[in-house]
């Protein structure tokens, strides 16, 4: 009876999973970013889901690409590295802490729809654009 239970406890877990890996498979354009060496070209290999082939990436800096919605949020989530700085803490002694994260890379959607994840592009600093002059020629 117990693993009757489980069985339908794990269905909507399931069923969640496959959403979530047919929208990390879904592809989106933009343009990727290495901001550690730019101009250079990032080769890596990612795998998300265990079900999934491990792939390998080629992608060069400032370039357009159209690349799965998973590896685009990798891209701009898990490619960074801690700075490091000591703290001190209640009692006054030094404590080594993560102050700062520097990514190394990011990919900037095209698309018009907000992706969670994903900066856009062109994102201007308040919510009005206002034009200065128009030239005509």
Known sequence: MAELATKKQQEPIVKNLRYMRDRDREKVKGIFRYHEVPGAAFAFCHRIYKEDPVEKYNLLDGEMYELPLGVARHLNEACWYPIHDY???????????????????????????????????????????????????
């Open 87 to 137: 703290i001190k803490d209640e009692t006054g002694a030094p404590v080594a802490r993560v102050t700062k994260k520097v990514h190394r890379t990011s990919f900037a959607s095209l698309e018009f729809n907000h992706i969670e994840g994903l900066s856009t592009i062109a994102k201007p600093e308040s919510g009005i654009v206002t034009v200065e002059t128009v030239n005509r020629k």
